[in-house]
């Protein structure tokens, strides 16, 4: 029972156009949202994250999206650019209460090329 | 500076042999946890450990025992391994996880285990 899934295996998108990788969960105790970048042989790295209270988090060309009601949120990357090819991992993780112990559930990620 | 580290890299073993993955983070964190990154790509959280008590054990094999000797250590250790252990193991850190919210994880670069 994958709660958090990343349904798109990838995405290809030409430099300085824009990337929408997204993401879809089923928990609705979920309130805080993270995204991953993972390059081959390396670790998952943090990206950018949202709480539940929010719909929209920017940091610099990345923003993440969130709505509640349709259990989604996306990732949009402006421009893109060949260092983003990777890839994307959405996770998610019940914050309220402290009970989670920074459990974080994740989706099965999405590759991105962004082709020069 | 590496910040996770993992050994080894990859680990190749026959069927019934026991096998110990070590992880180390120079972050000063209070909290790790060992993944497991399927063939399907999901990444799921094992274990988690706080201060040296753990704290998240999800549906693991008896045959998966993690050991902290102190924070800033946390290797994994399995008996009697099988094929379908055949996986990439990552380790990750945090700060300890609160009741407003968790911290960012900082995964090592992983660990892929082949069983024959």
């Known amino acids: 029972d994958q709660q958090v899934k990343q349904n798109s295996p990838s995405l290809s998108v030409q430099e300085g156009r824009i990337s929408i990788l997204n993401c879809d969960y089923t928990n609705s105790m979920f309130d805080y949202f993270l995204w991953y970048k993972k390059y081959p042989a390396e670790g998952p790295t943090f990206l950018i994250s949202i709480s539940s209270i929010k719909d929209k988090n920017e940091d610099g060309r990345f923003t993440v999206f969130l709505n509640k009601s349709a259990k989604h949120l996306s990732l949009h990357i402006v421009p893109s650019q060949p260092g983003d090819s990777a890839v994307y991992f959405c996770a998610a993780s019940k914050t309220a209460g402290g009970t989670s112990y920074g459990k974080l559930t994740f989706g099965q990620g999405t590759i991105l090329t962004v082709h020069p | 500076d590496t910040a996770v580290s993992q050994t080894p890299k990859y680990l190749v073993t026959q069927m019934g042999n026991d096998k110990s993955i070590k992880c180390e983070q120079n972050?000063?964190?209070?909290?790790m946890y060992w993944y497991k990154q399927d063939s399907k790509k999901f990444l799921k959280i094992m274990f988690s450990y706080n201060n040296k008590e753990l704290i998240i054990n999800e549906t693991v094999p008896n045959r998966f025992s993690p050991k902290s000797p102190d924070k800033a250590h946390l290797n994994l250790h399995i008996n009697s391994l099988e094929l379908g252990d055949s996986a990439v193991y990552f380790c990750?850190?945090?700060?300890?996880?609160?009741?407003?919210?968790?911290?960012?994880?900082?995964f090592g670069p992983g660990t892929r285990l082949t069983v024959l």
């Open positions: 972050l000063g964190h209070d909290t």
């Open positions: 990750a850190s945090s700060q300890t996880p609160g009741l407003r919210g968790l911290y960012t994880q900082y």
